[in-house]
């Protein structure tokens, strides 16, 4: 008696349906009580609908020691291909917590290289949904080997496709890294990310952590600034993703998608002529004017809590993608320091490397004092930002609305730094330090030795001010190309990006630079 042959096509839709449930339906209500959703419910909600095309569905490891054997999932604890978002193509991983809590594997680290070299070759943005308990530890070396796999990936893709890494677990020890070579890490809910967990913290320091308070959304978005957007749910952090890829092109070789401008580039917002304070020790918010100048709530900002006296984010002007830097004077005054330097210097590069022009608003009295600074190595951080634009060859636009003192006034977009055109608001500041540090250091013994000190010393301040606390001595070498009203700048802006949209401009032939760390 011979035993039928099965149906060839049932027993594909046997393994399709079983590599749809992942670890399967226990495995899946387990996720779902912690408040998360499956690798495939994510790329639900992150594609077009009926866009996904799977690779490596059916794919399951070789490993039969520890009970492997009798634990072997298609698809192997990840999900892998190729979908579109807003008609625009991605490439996806999703990491499937529900077998083997996402442990990631060699065959993870094959599918995921696979769909990283063809969304390379082909110039593709790569978005990886990460949720896993890292190397998979009955595989030994062969897991840590996987990682090396992907990190050299990522790497090779740096500045050529886009890559968002959305963090919706736990993401430890050495699994961090390939998030960190990416682009943006996005954080959700109660996900997590640290290098050495707080077990092995409480082992080698004693000090008791959680894994939230070491690295929670909070923690990475506000203090260490690894990531650069968190949302309460996962729903919101793939809408975060998905909005920030609308800012980018798919490659280096392309320019960010233009929207069908909604708000008339001629637009006047009177408020601006009055939004900086008279008195100019009084702060005010540069979110202010990046809303009243950019179109209408297309300004999304990065890492807002990390660094808070600088501002980055990308916007809409005329419906072209650009990349905003600014100084926030409602946070210590809009100074540099260490936080802040690293912050703008990388959101230069990564505007640089994808073909976004940048926009520069300067109110900065300089680079903040103090021993933490110097000993933290604010020189280095600082030239960081130099570096970065000097090296950027996308057009460079500035404004001065206020202070612009120092080194902040040079390293923050001057035409030194090849920016190429540079405005500035009546407001405007330009000096090399304050005016009470300058009349010290200039006329100390002339207000010591005068009759009155205290008169002498406010004279000369007036002076000093006089002469400095003004644009029209660096409108008169050059320097600023154009004093402008407020008001006007959203329409000088959009047709200085006009004029600037067709730049070219090389920097001589290298290796690499070596920019400071
Ligand atoms: C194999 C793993 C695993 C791993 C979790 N699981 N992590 N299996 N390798 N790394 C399994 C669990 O045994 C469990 O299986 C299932 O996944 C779900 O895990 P739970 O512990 O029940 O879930 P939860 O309570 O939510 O805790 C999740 C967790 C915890 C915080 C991630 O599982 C954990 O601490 N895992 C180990 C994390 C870690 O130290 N990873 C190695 C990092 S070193 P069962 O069948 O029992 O339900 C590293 C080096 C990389 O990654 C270096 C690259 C350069």
Redesign the pocket.
């Known amino acids: 008696m011979t035993t039928p042959t099965p149906d060839p096509l049932q027993v594909l839709r046997e393994m399709r349906s079983r590599a749809v449930l992942g670890g399967g339906t226990q495995r899946i209500e387990q996720q779902h009580a ?1 408040g998360k959703l499956t690798a495939r419910e994510r790329l639900a909600l992150l594609l077009d609908e009926g866009s996904f095309q799977e690779f490596g569905a059916l794919a399951t490891h070789q490993v039969s020691q520890f009970g492997l054997d009798k634990q072997r999932f298609p698809g192997d604890g990840i999900v892998t291909g190729f979908g579109k978002i807003s008609g625009r193509r991605v490439a996806v991983f999703a990491q499937d ?1 529900t077998v ?2 996402g ?2 594997s060699e065959v993870q680290a094959h599918k995921i290289s696979r769909i990283q070299d063809l969304a390379l070759d082909s110039g593709i943005p790569l978005i990886g949904l990460n949720d896993s ?6 595989e030994g070396v062969r897991s ?1 080997a996987a ?2 796999e992907v990190f050299v990936r990522n790497v090779m893709a740096s500045g050529v496709i886009p890559q968002i890494s959305l963090i919706l677990g ?1 993401c ?4 961090v ?1 390939s998030p960190a070579l990416t682009d943006f890490i996005i954080m959700a809910g109660d996900s997590c990310m640290f290098l050495t ?1 707080p077990d092995v913290i409480q082992a080698v320091t004693g000090e008791q952590v959680s ?1 939230q308070e070491l690295g929670g959304p909070e923690v990475h978005t506000g203090r260490s600034g690894v990531a650069h957007l968190s949302a309460a749910t996962e729903g919101a952090a793939l809408t975060l993703a998905k909005q920030l890829l609308a800012y980018l092109p798919q490659n280096n070789n392309e320019d960010p998608p233009q929207v069908r401008p909604e708000d008339p580039a001629t637009r006047m917002d009177e408020a601006l002529n009055t939004l900086i304070p008279a008195d100019e020790s009084q702060p005010y918010d540069m979110r202010d004017a990046i809303d009243a100048i950019f179109d209408r709530d297309s300004f999304l900002e990065l890492q807002p809590q990390f660094a808070p006296n600088a501002l980055i984010g990308f916007a809409r002007l005329d419906g072209h993608s650009v990349g905003i830097v600014a100084n926030q004077p409602a946070c210590m005054s809009g100074v540099l320091n260490i936080d802040a330097s690293d912050k703008i210097a990388r959101f230069i590069r990564i505007c640089d490397a994808f073909n976004v022009p940048l926009l520069t608003f300067v109110d900065c009295p300089g680079f903040l004092p103090g021993t933490d600074q110097e000993y933290g190595g604010v020189i280095r951080h600082g030239a960081k930002i130099i570096y970065a634009y000097c090296e950027a060859t996308v057009p460079k636009v500035s404004i001065v609305t206020r202070k612009a003192m120092g080194g902040a006034y040079v390293a923050m977009g001057s035409k030194q730094m090849r920016t190429d055109l540079a405005f500035a608001w009546p407001t405007a500041q330009i000096a090399v330090m304050g005016a009470a540090p300058a009349v010290r250091v200039l006329y100390r013994d002339q207000v010591r030795t005068a009759a009155d000190p205290a008169q002498r010393e406010a004279e000369l301040v007036a002076e000093y001010r006089e002469q400095f606390f003004n644009p029209y001595r660096a409108a008169d070498v050059g320097q600023i190309d154009e004093v402008i009203e407020p008001c006007e700048t959203r329409p000088r802006l959009v047709r200085a990006l006009e004029i600037l949209r067709t730049k070219v401009q090389q920097n001589p032939p290298k290796k690499h630079g070596l920019s400071p760390t």
């Open positions: 912690r917590f083997l809590g442990s990631f308990g890292g190397a998979r530890i009955q840590l990682y090396g736990p430890a020890g050495g699994a890294y967990g894994a």
